[in-house]
T-cell receptor, first 116, second 112 residues
Framework: GAVVSQHPSWVICKSGTSVKIECRSL??????MFWYRQFPKQSLMLMAT?????????EQGVEKDKFLINHASLTLSTLTVTSAHPEDSSFYIC????????????FGEGSRLTVL | DAKTTQPNSMESNEEEPVHLPCNHS???????IHWYRQLPSQGPEYVIH???SNVNNRMASLAIAEDRKSSTLILHRATLRDAAVYYC?????????????FGKGTRLSVIA
């Protein structure tokens, strides 16, 4: 089946630094990818929709200048957490689909960010 | 996406069948019923989906009520590796490439 991969799987950084998380579709082209955030014991919350070749669409309450999304190719989307703070510590997950119209979505393994 | 209602948690003994219910009384005619699960510290994984008829695959079975207002995910023999949060999600066939909207799901515990 289709595979979506994220890197890194975990990262620890100091407060004030920026961290980049990559999301790749390994065996299909994804014009659209989705980024989620998940805090402990909570469900996944959609952050933004990443569109290849155009600007990302952010959900209400998500700061676009803090969470920079770049979807420069059909197989790669990146999420950069800028000037990270401890409250940004979370599990970040991306997803993509090679079957629009109600087909299944594939999810990355997730990237756990810890900001000290 | 229409809302679904699931029990917060369920428990099962290993090697026994598990029936995970989901209510979706406001489902529309073009909504597919999707099930995903999330194992600890991993991204969600697709389990099964269906529209009207019951569906079977190597992971599970999906039983859909005749009026489509509820469905049940059936794991035929629970194993310890099936311990996860199970999400029932409706997705409109006409929605194009849109994201899944996750509710709280059902946390399944499997007892050895």
């Amino acid at each position: 089946g289709a595979v979506v991969s994220q890197h890194p799987s975990w990262v620890i950084c100091k407060s004030g630094t920026s961290v980049k998380i990559e999301c790749r579709s390994l065996d299909f082209q994804a014009t659209t990818m989705f980024w989620y955030r998940q805090f402990p014991k909570q469900s996944l919350m959609l952050m933004a929709t990443s569109n290849e070749g155009s600007k990302a669409t952010y959900e209400q309450g998500v700061e676009k200048d803090k969470f920079l999304i770049n979807h420069a190719s059909l197989t790669l989307s990146t999420l950069t957490v800028t000037s990270a703070h401890p409250e940004d510590s979370s599990f970040y997950i991306c997803s993509a689909s090679n079957r629009p119209r109600a087909g299944e979505l594939f999810f990355g393994e997730g990237s756990r960010l810890t900001v000290l | 996406d229409a809302k679904t209602t699931q029990p917060n948690s369920m428990e099962s003994n290993e090697e026994e069948p598990v029936h995970l219910p989901c209510n979706h009384s406001t489902i529309s005619g073009t909504d597919y019923i999707h099930w995903y699960r999330q194992l600890p510290s991993q991204g969600p994984e697709y389990v099964i989906h269906g529209l009207t008829s019951n569906v079977n695959n190597r992971m599970a079975s999906l039983a859909i009520a005749e009026d489509r207002k509820s469905s049940t995910l059936i794991l035929h023999r629970a194993t310890l590796r099936d311990a996860a949060v199970y999400y029932c999600i409706l997705r409109d066939f006409n929605s194009g490439n849109t994201p899944l909207v996750f509710g709280k799901g059902t946390r399944l515990s499997v007892i050895a």
